[in-house]
């Protein structure tokens, strides 16, 4: 079984920073594309931040120049860096992944979620 774990959520004032992680974990063949989605109190799910396995980025016009993502050298996992943060940034944050499990096919698994609270 494959399953997608994060940290690193919390509360943070208007201007602040925090990091948010995630990690894969089980029977893994390869894992393609990593990103982070978040949805508001009231409002669908968004995407954040994408990243493959060949670097590539993408990112949501709302956080360019304030979030990075990138991924560790096993690629198993992927890190949210969120600088200068707004309260409407305010969320749960949901890691998301395309993974080869061994054994099997492409599956797209999602973490369970991290509260980022951005308010003074």
């Known amino acids: 079984q494959v399953q997608l774990v994060e940290s690193g959520g919390g509360l943070v004032q208007p201007g602040g920073s925090l990091r948010l992680s995630c990690g894969a974990s089980?029977?893994?063949?390869?894992?393609?594309?990593m990103g982070w989605y978040r949805q508001a109190p009231g409002k669908e799910r968004e995407l954040v931040a994408t990243?493959?396995?060949?670097?590539?980025?993408n990112f949501a016009d709302s956080v360019k120049g304030r979030l990075t993502i990138s991924r560790d050298r096993t690629e198993t996992t992927v890190y949210l860096q969120m600088n200068t943060l707004k309260p409407e940034d305010t969320a749960v944050y949901y890691c998301?992944?395309?993974?080869?499990?061994?054994?099997?096919?492409?599956?797209?698994?999602w973490g369970q979620g991290t509260l980022v609270t951005v308010s003074s």
């Open positions: 998301n992944a395309d993974i080869w499990p061994i054994g099997g096919s492409n599956i797209e698994v």
């Open positions: 089980g029977s893994i063949f390869r894992i393609n594309a």
């Open positions: 990243i493959t396995s060949f670097g590539c980025t």
